[in-house]
């Protein structure tokens, strides 16, 4: 017995001392990864005569990039059939990048590689091409290459000079469009009650819990706009390919009877159906197109030269940074869920997003604000609180200036509301003004199993519980509450932009319109994008000479340490271990429709949110 005891231990001492000695090398490994990492300098990047600017997007354009996080990077991984890592690209970088580059005499051309790029908004992508075209007016070329184009990659190729397919591709447009799941049916079958209240005939978040499908009047407003932004897209197109091809809005956007008669015209050869409908100029693979290129170098006596987007980035100053001492205005970027408390910077929080817009109010040298806004709304309560942050910073005598990016609307037309001025773009989704709440108790799925819920409670207040059936009398003290809160809603609209309440409430009821529509309807004063924002806050300011300042929540060196190694180990993960994206994007579906349920926190239960802002 004393011999097995003695074994054990030494047994024990053995793991511990492996464990030990794997900890500390790793701690080790660490150390030196990061004293190597601080000592090594940057190569300096240098622009080679006649180079190529490569844009070679491989992840999503965003309007603001997130900070990285250990966990939501290790769900990516996880949630990612990609081995490579999905990147983050911030539209104004972008943008700096392009008009730099225009004006930069060692840089000849663009090239557009697509095949990477996940997702980017409709006016992001406009936003692009203008620069695009802003480039081409220098004399530069713009040469757009992908194996296969999405509706995404094509908006943005269409701004090229020359648009490359690769032989065995296809150009794949298949329109605007908002589907949900409705949960009414499941519902009654969970024996789960859902207790609604609402006010606006097109508030439409809570329909798929009161009936299987989408009600006649959400199928009117969503087709209106989605038309809209569906015309947009095919006349912008058409605007850019009308000198190099022979496009039509039938080559966009053709009957099913269309399209397959002109694919069994091409034998089923969906790259020779693109070609000859004008989408595309030429069907090379990116070898052949490569080889183009270094030809025609060698033609005109240069090297072929490619110079990659975070290369020459690296050599541009950075963003709203300058040394002066001039005036300032401030930039304050919110997107994301509006929530209440404090939020990270992928929401906007009543709390922390109140703190930026208090920074700008206590700095002496700030004078206009810049508010980018893209969120479909949230909480009224958390709304409200920053609204209340607005009207303090134009009471001290500061222009505010709120820029709507791809959506702004129900809780950030809340917010929005109280700016000196609002600028949208064309195909911003906004307005959904309206209110809700909702309630779901289970008492009679529980009572199926003989679960029953009795007690004793000093008021009848007491008695709201989940478990328990809904008092009526409260059930109506509750939509009290919601009417109350979008008479206040159609007020806070009416006093900021000096309309009267008849005429708000004859454009709101919750309903979405886009950019163009709400410049028409006195909901928005001016189409243009974030640059046209700062010039507008810069008249309103009375400014000649100013800079722009971004103000933003910064993470502590000690978290941006750890997140930054953590990250890398992540990217180590076997595919083995990864989720299949088809199973992901149904549960991200699913996660999207039920967040009043588990995410949404307003303390009073009424929510300014328009969920068909998100479209397909």
């Known amino acids: ?69 250990f966990s939501s990077e290790l769900s990516k991984q996880l949630l990612s059939a990609q081995q490579s890592q999905v990147n983050e690209y911030q539209i104004d970088e972008i943008l700096q990048v392009i008009r730099y580059a225009q004006d930069e005499p060692k840089i000849k051309s663009i090239l557009l590689e697509l095949d990477g790029l996940s997702s ?43 648009i490359y397919l690769n032989p065995q591709g296809l150009v794949f447009l298949q329109g605007f469009s908002v589907y949900r799941l409705y949960f009414k049916e499941a519902l009654d079958n ?29 199928k009117l407003a969503n087709r209106h706009w989605l038309n809209q932004l569906w015309q ?76 990659g987007y975070d290369d020459y980035q690296s050599t541009l100053p950075r963003l709203y940074e300058s040394p002066s001492s001039h005036d300032q205005i401030a930039l304050i970027h919110g997107s994301g869920e509006i929530l209440a408390g404090e939020q990270n910077r992928d929401a906007i929080g009543g709390d922390s997003f109140s703190q930026l817009l208090e920074k700008a109010l206590n700095n002496n040298r700030v004078k206009a604000v810049v508010i980018r806004l893209d969120t479909p709304g949230g909480s009224a309560f958390a709304s409200e609180k920053i609204r209340q942050q607005v009207l303090a910073l134009k009471k001290a005598g500061k ?7 791809s959506v702004t609307a129900s809780g950030g037309y809340w917010i929005a509301s109280a700016a000196d001025h609002i600028v949208a773009s064309p195909t911003t989704l906004t307005g959904s003004i309206g209110i809700f709440g909702m309630f779901a108790s289970a008492e009679k799925a529980l009572n199926k199993f003989g679960i029953y819920n009795d007690g004793v409670g000093t008021s009848e207040l007491s008695t709201i519980d989940p478990t328990r059936a809904l008092n009526p009398d409260l059930a109506e003290i509750m939509q009290i509450g919601i ?49 046209d924002a700062i010039t507008q806050a810069a008249e309103l300011a009375q400014l000649t000479q100013y800079e722009v300042k971004e103000i933003a929540p910064a993470l502590s060196t000690k978290q941006q340490l750890l997140n930054d190694l953590f990250t890398s180990a992540v990217q180590f993960l076997p595919q083995g271990v990864q989720i299949s994206p088809v199973l992901y994007q149904a549960i991200n579906s699913l996660q999207s429709q039920t967040a009043i349920l588990t995410k949404f926190n307003d303390p009073q239960g009424r929510y300014a949110y328009c969920p068909m802002c998100i479209i397909n």
């Open 190 to 218: 969970l024996l789960i009650t859902p207790h609604i209240f609402k006010v606006g005939t097109y508030k439409s978040f809570v329909e798929p819990f009161t009936q299987n499908q989408m009600s006649k009047e959400s």
């Open 483 to 531: 009417e109350h809160g979008y008479q206040q809603f159609l007020t806070i609209v009416a006093d900021g932009r000096d309309m009267s309440l008849v005429e708000v409430d004859n454009v709101a009821q919750g309903r979405v319109w886009t950019g163009i529509d709400a410049q028409q309807r006195g909901l928005v004063d001016q189409l243009g994008n974030l640059q």
């Open 1 to 69: 017995m004393k011999q097995i005891y003695s074994w054990l231990k030494k047994l024990a001492q053995l793991i511990n001392f492996t464990r030990l000695f794997i900890v500390n090398t790793i701690f080790l490994i660490i150390i030196i990864l990061i004293v190597v990492a601080i000592n090594v300098d940057e190569q300096q990047v240098a622009i080679a005569d006649n180079s190529i600017l490569h844009l070679n997007f491989q992840g999503n354009i965003v309007e603001q990039k997130q900070p990285v996080d």
């Open 120 to 162: 980017a908004s409709l006016n992001h992508l406009t936003d692009i091409g203008k620069a695009l075209n802003e480039f081409k007016e220098k004399g530069k070329a713009v040469t757009a290459i992908s194996d296969n184009y999405s509706q995404t990659q094509y908006l943005l190729a269409s701004f090229a000079d020359k």
């Open 232 to 307: 947009n897209y095919i006349a912008t197109v058409i605007s850019e390919r009308k000198d190099k091809s022979t496009i039509t809005a039938q080559s966009l956007s053709p009957s099913l009877a269309q399209l397959k008669s002109a694919l069994q015209n091409t034998g089923g050869d969906t790259a020779q159906y693109a070609k000859q409908a004008g989408l595309v100029d030429f069907l090379n693979n990116r070898f052949e197109i490569i080889t183009k290129f270094k030809e025609q170098a060698k033609s005109d006596g240069t090297d072929f030269n490619l110079l």
């Open 399 to 405: 222009k505010v200036v709120v820029s709507m990016g």
